[in-house]
């Protein structure tokens, strides 16, 4: 998950709207090192491939190795076919990384001696106004990764009751004002789009905050997406296609997600922790991409 504020940051290219390059990768230093450690081939999977900031830098500095793009948006795909057309040891796939051990198989490949995941949304789709996922750009409100399946935000805000709501925002955003929030978003539907969605939260507490915004939009954001469900087939499959003593990295921005990874490397059979089991982008990273501050990286290996 990257948090809402980092559009802050957002590049714009004026032709055509989002620049594809403008999602930079975050910890990308601690990234490579980890995962390039002792490999020069194998399988390396970045389950959540974005606009392959990671994976270019990871391409570049492991000839030799085959590596598997996969990405649940549509439009993602698109970025990462025409990024890496000229790689032929890329392979890229539209799916969720709930779907890898089908995609391994189908293609033949090998299990992985390493896997990135990189949860939560790009720069790119953060700062496209009809995606809906910033509540600084007026847009529909949809939140779906893979726009051509599921309930939209909207539909799911319009259709749930004000305890449904009041808990997605509370469990998901950790807004402690869940109750009153819920409570003008059910008396104002039906809602549509972002900025009416803004206005209606802001309105309803005593004084509005882009945080608050950010929480009850990151919450909408995870219950559109299903995605600590997804994190947990995740974690039940990973032992399945990949290979003993494969690195794997997740960066997380939400503390149960980070949970969930935590107790995978730590206790679950099959698994240790790396040395050092975690780290966080230093202070310079963190001036140079806001969107990196919530970030931690979790390191485990498959015994
Ligand atoms: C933070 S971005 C990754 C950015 C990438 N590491 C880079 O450097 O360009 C997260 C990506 O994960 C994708 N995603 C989210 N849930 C997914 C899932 N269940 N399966 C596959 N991709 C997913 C999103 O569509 C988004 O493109």
Redesign the pocket.
């Known amino acids: 998950m990257?948090a809402e504020r980092s559009n802050e940051e957002s590049h714009r290219n004026p032709d055509n709207g989002i620049d594809p390059m403008s999602?930079v990768?975050v910890m990308a230093d601690e990234v490579l090192e980890f995962l390039s450690h002792g490999h020069n081939e194998g399988l390396l999977v970045?389950?959540?491939?974005?606009?392959?900031?990671?994976?270019g830098l990871l391409s570049g500095a492991l000839p030799g190795m085959t590596f598997l793009a996969?990405?649940?948006?549509p439009a993602?795909v698109e970025i990462l076919i025409s990024r890496f057309r000229d790689n032929p040891d890329v392979i890229v796939r539209q799916?969720?990384?709930?779907d890898i051990p089908e995609i391994i198989s189908e293609l033949g490949l090998q299990n992985a001696s390493a896997a990135l995941f990189?949860?939560?949304?790009?720069s790119i789709?953060l700062d496209d106004p009809q995606r809906g996922f910033s509540y600084r750009f007026e847009g529909p409100l949809d939140m779906r990764?893979d726009d051509s399946t599921g309930k939209t935000a909207a539909e799911l805000l319009n259709k749930m009751t004000e305890k449904e709501i009041a808990d997605i925002i509370y469990n998901y955003g950790e807004e402690g004002r869940s109750r009153k929030i819920a409570k003008a978003i059910a008396g104002n539907r039906p809602v549509r789009t972002t900025l009416q969605l803004a206005q209606i939260v802001n309105a309803s507490v005593r004084r509005g905050s882009n945080k608050i915004l950010s929480r009850v939009f990151q919450a909408l954001r995870i219950a559109v997406?299903g995605?600590l469900d997804?994190l947990e087939m995740l974690i039940d499959e990973l032992d399945g296609w990949t290979e003993a003593g494969a690195r794997i990295a997740f960066i997380t921005f939400h503390s149960i997600e980070d949970r969930k990874i935590k107790l995978l490397f730590r206790d679950t059979p099959g698994y240790r922790q790396h040395s050092p089991r975690w780290l966080v982008p230093g202070e310079d990273e963190v001036r140079r991409n806001s969107r990196a501050r919530s970030a931690r990286l979790r390191m485990g290996i498959r015994v």
């Open positions: 990257c999602h990768p970045d389950g959540t491939a974005g606009a392959g900031g990671h994976l996969v990405d649940r948006d993602a799916g969720s990384y709930t990189d949860l939560g949304l790009s789709q990764f997406n995605e997804q």
